[in-house]
């Protein structure tokens, strides 16, 4: 069914009409709408010529595995801090992002208070990301008529009497190193008050919409908000994203052709390392589900040494490797006692010393 169309008719009033010059015309063309116009049902005159134009509309079928199953990594964490702690869950292939946040009026209370709000988008979501503090959500989906990759930026407005985070350093241009992350947590107007049940609408912007790098498989914004690096499916290219400089060519990084390991790649994460510098780790769509496999993938990871938004190196890494150098104690076996582990060198300071 088609909701639009027009019918176009070349016929006279009896199969011998004719025109003559300088006589009024026997055989005409005429227009006709139509409303819900089906193919199967045509209707023409007899001895005519009949033209029928209809809007087509285009349904296709997504590839598989554009879309993630469910995984409970289907979150972004946007703040975890003594005072404060936000979160945004979502479902990939839907259009819902619900994001919840808990506060309390100092470091030395326990009166933890939360408000959770739903936010609709038009897209069919394949990843969100969060800028440090919560501020800033970062949305990429399909949009379903063009079945174009969007990026969309949204910004929440800060609230008077809640908690917010605000980055104190300077963010340079990609290509120029970057200090160290610095930021000051402080509540809007010095005067705590509990957070309400419904938050304002963000304010919601295209930072990207393409159609000739393949679907959004995972973002992974930069603290200091220079830019944005995201993975595609199916082939798995990482693609850098300028936010500072709007007219600045969507750069591709690396590829399977660069790094065999990017083949299987689904999540990307950014760390910091106190000897690598700044890390951005790509790993498969279920390190569980890998680590068990006879052969199990590896993770990837892409360093920043300076911090100027340029990759320049990369190494790939065992997923057992990466998970014991993040942790900080072990249980004994034997004793059931929890066993120090040397400090690791593994830090998210933007993320209140907690790595996630």
């Known amino acids: 069914m088609f909701p639009r169309a027009r019918r176009f008719t070349i016929a006279g009033a009896d199969d011998m009409a004719y025109n003559e010059p300088g006589q009024p015309p026997r055989v005409c063309i005429r227009e006709d709408a139509l409303q819900d116009f089906a193919p199967g049902a045509l209707e023409i005159e007899p001895v005519s010529v009949t033209l029928f134009l209809a809007d087509l509309i285009v349904v296709s079928a997504l590839p598989e595995g554009v879309f993630r199953e469910k995984d409970p990594r289907d979150r972004a964490t946007g703040a975890v801090f003594p005072t404060f702690t936000q979160l945004a869950r979502y479902d990939a292939g839907m259009s819902e992002i619900s994001l919840r946040r808990q506060e309390c009026p100092d470091e030395q209370s326990h009166d933890w208070r939360w408000s959770e709000n739903a936010y609709s988008t038009r897209l069919k979501i394949v990843a969100v990301d969060s800028r440090l503090g919560g501020g800033e959500l970062f ?50 107007g ?51 994203l300028d936010l500072m400089d709007p ?69 790939a890494v065992e997923i057992e490797e990466d998970r014991m150098s993040r942790m900080t104690a072990v249980v004994d076996p034997v004793t059931f006692q929890v066993v120090p582990l040397p400090e690791s060198k593994w830090s998210a300071p933007w993320a209140g010393g907690l790595c996630f």
């Open 247 to 315: 007219g600045a060519p969507l750069a591709r990084l690396f590829g399977i052709s660069e790094i065999a390991e990017l083949a299987g790649a689904s999540w990307l994460e950014i760390r910091q390392h106190a000897d690598l510098g700044r890390v951005c780790v790509v790993s498969p769509p279920d390190i569980s589900a890998a680590s068990a496999q006879p052969v199990p993938p590896k993770l990837v990871y892409l360093i920043d040494g300076n911090n100027d938004g340029v990759f320049e190196a990369h190494v």
């Open 139 to 188: 949305v990429a989906g399909i949009e379903p008529d063009t079945e174009a990759s969007i990026i969309e930026r949204w910004v929440f407005p800060v609230r008077s009497g809640r908690w917010h985070h605000t980055y104190t350093g300077t963010a340079n241009p990609i290509g120029t190193p970057t200090a160290a992350y610095t930021y000051q947590n402080s509540i809007e």
């Open 190 to 240: 010095g005067l705590y008050r509990p957070p309400p049940a419904l938050w304002y609408a963000p304010e919601r912007t295209v930072v990207l919409r393409t159609m000739a790098c393949g679907f959004v498989r995972s973002l992974a914004c930069d603290p200091e908000g220079r830019y944005l690096l995201f993975s595609t499916y199916p082939w798995g290219y990482i693609y850098q």
